[in-house]
């Protein structure tokens, strides 16, 4: 009876030698807390406690550590920056005016893992720093601060449920846009003193980020 081939290949296919096939990966799942929320924000607490550290080792040391380490646009010098920038402020009331959305956007980020948080983390760090380094203009000085990576995380929360198809986080994208969306302004050019590359750049690479993400997330 030929109308039966189809049927005994396909439960040959998925029976082979008495094993089942195995079936496609599933997809992880979209998450919007960390899975260990209380360790997400013990690390969250210590990483901002470091920037506290090094802010009172700057203070001590007449601000050397923003003059040596920070960001100077297209100085091969001034490249090392892009490693050390983000740990630097400019004075205590910049590094407080960070700490609560760097406190809040990297515990979100730590939704998928920390193997994630640290990928995505450094992929706005490095490709920030660098985007700084190569647009930040030529002699206008140096560039610190943490804002790169705050606009980076909250880019990256604010698309990654998009790129996933997942309800639950774009639920909280819209809910962190409502309260923090107006930071965004900041990626625009001309307000004195602040670094708007840092914002635009740290922002690019937290979509790039959202992206890689929930590809690395698909299933094969």
């Known amino acids: 009876m030929a109308w039966l081939t189809p049927v005994v290949t396909a439960l040959h296919v998925r029976n082979l030698d008495g094993m089942a096939a195995p079936a496609p990966a599933p997809r992880r799942t979209a998450r919007v807390l960390p899975r260990n929320p209380i360790g997400s924000a013990l690390f969250m607490l210590l990483f901002t406690a470091g920037l506290y550290i090094v802010e009172a080792v700057d203070v001590v040391m007449g601000g050397a550590l923003d003059h040596n380490f920070g960001i100077e646009p297209l100085q091969t010098g001034g490249l090392d920056g892009v490693l050390f920038a983000p740990l630097l402020h400019a004075d205590w009331a910049h ?4 700490t609560l959305p760097f406190l809040v956007f990297g515990f ?7 193997r994630q948080f640290v990928m995505v ?3 706005i760090w490095l490709l920030g720093g660098l985007g700084v380094w190569l647009t930040g203009g030529f002699g206008s000085g140096y560039h610190i601060g943490a804002s790169g990576l705050i606009f980076g995380w909250l880019v990256f929360l604010l698309t990654r449920g998009f790129f996933a198809r997942s309800g639950l986080q774009i639920l909280l994208a819209v809910g962190l846009f409502l309260v923090w969306g107006g930071i965004l302004f900041g990626v625009l050019p001309g307000q004195p003193g602040i670094s708007w590359q840092s914002h ?3 922002a690019l690479a937290g979509l790039l980020a959202a992206r890689l993400v929930a590809r690395a997330d698909r299933p094969a």
């Open 108 to 114: 979100l980020a730590m939704a998928g893992g920390f």
């Open 95 to 98: 590094l407080v005016a960070n």
């Open 200 to 202: 635009l750049f740290g």
């Open 121 to 123: 983390t450094a992929t």
